[in-house]
């Protein structure tokens, strides 16, 4: 048997066998890594939602978003399957990826965040791309 045809759970029963490795290190290297799995898992789910997120924000017509519906916003929650927590989460990701703009809202003005209370906080959705009814065609 080589080294390439060992399994892990083989290769640390070996190591320890020969006495490289005592059954503690082994246990600490197999929680390790399994902990690495487990957060690698968690990355890719956030990654899942924040594309799902963005996907779904485009669609609408509104750029006032928030986590969950209110009046003078679309709720995240409503477009996606997801926990609260992982919504947060994502748009915090978003909102620093430059995809929303935090602010609060009072009575439909813009307020900063430290001025407001967390219900009303509000996402609005940056548009990089101006629509095509606001270019202006300059002749030179």
């Known amino acids: 048997m080589t080294i390439t045809t060992f399994t892990n759970s083989e290769l640390l029963n070996e190591l320890i066998s020969r006495g490289i490795l005592t059954q503690s290190q082994a246990d600490s290297a197999v929680k390790k890594s399994a902990r690495a799995a487990d957060r690698a898992a968690k990355v890719a789910a956030l990654n899942l939602l924040k594309t799902q997120i963005t996907e779904a924000i485009t669609s609408c017509e509104s750029h006032v978003f928030s986590v969950k519906k209110t009046g003078n916003s679309i709720g995240v929650m409503d477009l996606v399957e997801a ?21 609060g809202l009072v009575g439909g003005v813009e307020k900063p965040t430290s001025e407001v209370n967390a219900f009303q906080i509000r996402y609005i959705r940056n548009v990089s791309e101006a629509p095509a009814e606001f270019e202006t065609n300059e002749e030179v």
């Open 83 to 103: 926990e609260r927590g992982q919504v947060l989460k994502a748009l915090t990701q978003l909102t620093a990826d430059g995809v929303f703009r935090k602010v």
